[in-house]
């Protein structure tokens, strides 16, 4: 009975706070998200990006405003399309921000997430960009690597001067040379020399560039797994088995590469960065012990990097040359004026040659290689400009958007190189409104070698040749869409007519 008894008095007092917790409790707090369209069951908004994405993400932000929230499937994605919403991811709130959603390009085309680009924010990511700072990439390393900038240089002048009157694809003599270059200051002659010729090379120049197309494209594609985890196993666009399989590709070829150094390397040589990055694994004062596969990865940051960018970059600049003739006679007139007419551009003659800079400045605003900053990842819930953001939340900062804000650039659909020539604007992550290397914890780490081969390259294209179009062709006919991708290119390649205007000699 008293057993009884207290079992009821127990049932009545849970019932009590039971019903108290109820009568108590607060409504949740109702979060504030940044507008956007409404989504689709299932795809979210994925039926609303075409095949050009920042282009279609900057109209709808044109609706939405600077700060807009789009679902890919179930997935939240916020966009920043003005410089000032761009500042509050990249500078103000960077730490939040500052790692990446695991995305399959990520994990498929660079070694499980071994690249500065798609590793998370952490320990890894943190050793590795100090290994690339203060061992690949710093000023000394840069400076060391000059002469094999110069030699490939003068191989890439002769071959469009034993090209000279006939029409070329641009892309392809800008893609050969940049791959050229970074894979000889990368890993040395032999990898493309001595090897190939041995038969010891599992690619040729030519199935590498290949390659790296692939990986540029993937590296920018929509994958549908990601962001309806279902359809993962099915893989309806292939993308994922193909990524895999040029994962395959990489991960020979790397390894081909590196049993070939070891084994012909010479003791006295200068120290390249393979040497540098094959040292890595097994060394105890490394905090993140790391591994040949990690290695892959990091390499891919330098081969990329340095390859399709500065191609691409210098492609766009020709186009709005072709399309402005005015313009190139003044770059042309200011590097004969600096340089005279017996000797190429170098690396020292850039600081003065302030509108050639003004030309490339333009040219990266009016066509950002990438068009959208490699993906942010909230790593915390956290509230932006009034709108709250929650942890997972992916960032997209669209570059494409940042170069045409009116309330930034006059005029910004005109290719102006003079408004940079008014004001001293800078491209390396302060200035949010042009932001070609990014900003941040997450900057690009090579971009005093990329802006080093760009500035190279165009220079001495415009100072040693004439220009001309095929027969038939005119300005209007250069192409100026885009084909999106990791990095967005010209969709239409073009074809040019180089004469040379420098004494035969130098050729």
Known sequence: ??????LLLLAFIAAVAFISRIINRKPPTKLKHPPGPKPWPIIGNMHLIGSIPHQSLHYLS???GELMLLKFGKFPVVVAAS??????????????FASRPALAA?????????????????PYWRQARKIYLTEVLNAKAIKTYE????????TFFSRLHSLSGKSIVLREQLCRYTLSTMSNVIFGRLVFDSHEAKGGNAVKLDELQAMLDDWFFFGGALNLGDWIPWLNYIDPQGYVKRMKALNRKFDRFYTSVFSHHLANRDPSAPKIPLDSLLGMPGDPNLDVKLTEENVKGLLMDLLAGGTDTSATTVEWAVHELLRHPHVYSKVKEEIDRVVGRNRWVEEEDFPQLTYLDAVIKESMRLHPLATFLAPHCAMEDINIAGYD???????LVNTWSLGRDPKVWDNPEKFSPERFLVEDIDILGSNFALLPFGSGRRRCPGYKLGLKLVRSTLSNLVHG?????PEGMTVKDVCMEELYGLTTRPKISLEII?????PLHLY
Do not use: C
Not at 83 to 95: G, R, S, V
Not at 147 to 153: D, F, G, I, K, S
Not at 465 to 469: A, E, G, I, K
């Open 147 to 154: 002469h094999v900038r110069m030699e490939e240089r003068r």
């Open 389 to 395: 953001i929650s942890k997972g939340t992916m960032i």
């Open 62 to 64: 044109q609706k939405y």
């Open 1 to 6: 009975m008293e057993s009884s008894s207290a």
């Open 465 to 469: 040749f004439n220009w001309r179009l």
């Open 106 to 122: 990520g994990k498929y085309t660079s070694f499980n997430y071994s690249d500065l680009t798609w590793a998370p924010y952490g």
């Open 498 to 502: 180089l004469e040379p205007s420098l």
């Open 83 to 96: 410089p000032e919403m761009a500042k509050q991811f990249l500078k103000i709130y960077d730490t939040s």
